[in-house]
């Protein structure tokens, strides 16, 4: 069997740069040399309480960002979860071999459930469908940002327990963790960027110029150090974001400037907006151009029936090892 890439992401808030910088651009890359299966994990986003109109739109728009920022649906899958109903069939099978004591140490759910008034059990129960979303197409290799890992090990110790009570059949799946795993965000650099930290804290993929330069500008630094002293966060944010758009000249001539103490955050600043934009630019062209076009519905139709296939006899064969109908 060819290794097969799966990753997903939720549809709700808006693509940002950590996400495309954490996951997407590797996402894109892997379509060279892998199988690659993309989903957009509406199950996932509905374990808080969101709008369903709001939700099916997001869908489709988050569609219209991925293949825009390069997912090829002619080289890969890419669909919708909930277009593929066994996805929350395997979760369910998947709960029953994973341990209540291992969800309870997740941190995400620690953090969400924190923030949360009323906490339910699809958000406990999210790594599990992770799992299930991940073993359904029997994936070695998982694309994601670093906040990631903790549920990628949950799913590795999922795939080994229901191996060993059912019988070997899941290969046990790795994250692909490249460089930009955690961007963090531009106004409390001590907290990865989120989008659901506020507007301040993230630059949309789509976001206006004016907008992103604004932010840019706005990003928190530090009042200036002594030579020889350790970068802080917020200057050490923007050296990476430097770092994944701009050439590595452009890169070491700051560093260069940053190491003896002659490096004005402000140049920083506008090399880093200048750098982004260049990446940006190109993707906000294609997605203008697509939605233009209209082709999202016909590419997630198509989506879903290859996923389908694939999840079909993967449920066959999972129904009958655990004894089901
Ligand atoms: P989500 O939607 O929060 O994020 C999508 C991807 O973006 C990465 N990411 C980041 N990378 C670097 N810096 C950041 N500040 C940053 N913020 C987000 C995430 O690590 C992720 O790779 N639970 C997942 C979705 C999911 C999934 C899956 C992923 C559901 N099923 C199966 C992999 C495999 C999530 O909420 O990602």
Not at 50 to 73: F, H
Not at 90 to 96: D, E, F, H, K, Y
Not at 186 to 199: F, H, I, Y
Request: hydrophobic share 40%.
């Amino acid at each position: 069997m060819a290794a097969r890439v799966f990753s997903g992401i939720q549809p709700t808030g808006t693509l940002h740069i950590g996400n495309y910088f954490g996951a997407i651009r590797n996402w894109a890359a892997l379509q060279a040399q892998r199988d690659c299966v993309y989903c957009i994990v509406d199950y996932h986003a509905i374990t808080i309480d969101v709008d369903p109109q709001a939700l099916r739109k997001a869908s489709r728009s988050m569609a219209l960002d991925l293949v825009a920022c390069g997912i090829d649906p002619d080289r890969s899958i890419l669909f919708v979860q909930s277009a593929v109903p066994e996805h929350a069939e395997l979760a369910w099978i998947l709960g029953c071999v994973t341990s209540y004591g291992d969800l309870t140490r997740m941190t995400q759910f620690k953090d969400k459930s924190a923030s949360n008034a009323f906490v339910s059990a699809g958000l406990f129960n999210y790594p599990v469908l992770q799992a299930a979303d991940i073993l359904l197409y029997r994936a070695t290799g998982v694309p994601v940002g670093e906040d990631q890992v903790q549920h990628l090990e949950l799913s590795r110790r999922i795939a080994r327990r229901f191996n060993s009570r059912f019988g070997e059949y899941f290969p046990e799946p790795e994250p692909i963790v490249g460089k930009g795993a955690r961007i963090m965000s531009l106004s409390d650099p001590t907290q990865k960027m989120s989008k659901s930290a506020g507007e301040a804290h993230y630059i949309g993929v789509m976001e206006d110029e004016a907008s992103i330069q604004r932010k840019v500008r706005s990003a928190v630094t530090d009042t200036g150090l002594t030579p020889g002293e350790e970068m802080s966060p917020g200057v050490a944010n923007l050296f990476e974001i430097l770092e994944l758009s701009a050439d590595p000249d452009t890169v070491s001539a700051l560093r260069g400037e940053f190491e003896s103490g002659t490096l004005m955050y402000s140049r920083l600043k506008d090399a880093v907006f200048e750098h982004l934009m260049a990446v940006l630019r190109p993707i906000q062209a294609r997605r203008a151009k697509l939605e233009a076009e209209g082709a999202i519905e016909g590419i997630l139709t198509d989506g879903a029936k290859k996923a389908c296939a694939i999840a079909r006899e993967t449920m066959a064969d999972v129904r009958r090892m655990a004894g089901l109908a």
